[in-house]
């Protein structure tokens, strides 16, 4: 992704071992990535 452009402002990437990306999976996570959305669009 850096390569394409974006930075650590816009983007940002996290590793679950042993997770899938099942909707299980995402829904034990879900917080993740909507505060990271909401922590953004606040700024």
């Known amino acids: ?3 394409k452009g974006f930075t ?3 983007w940002e990437t ?3 071992p042993g997770k899938d990306h099942s909707e299980k999976s ?3 996570r879900f ?3 909507i505060s990271f959305i ?3 669009l606040a700024k």
Do not use: S
Request: proline share 6%.
């Open 14 to 16: 996290k590793y679950f």
């Open 26 to 28: 995402w829904n034990e």
């Open 38 to 40: 909401m922590n953004k």
């Open 8 to 10: 650590d402002k816009y």
């Open 31 to 33: 917080e993740i990535p």
């Open 1 to 3: 992704m850096k390569k």
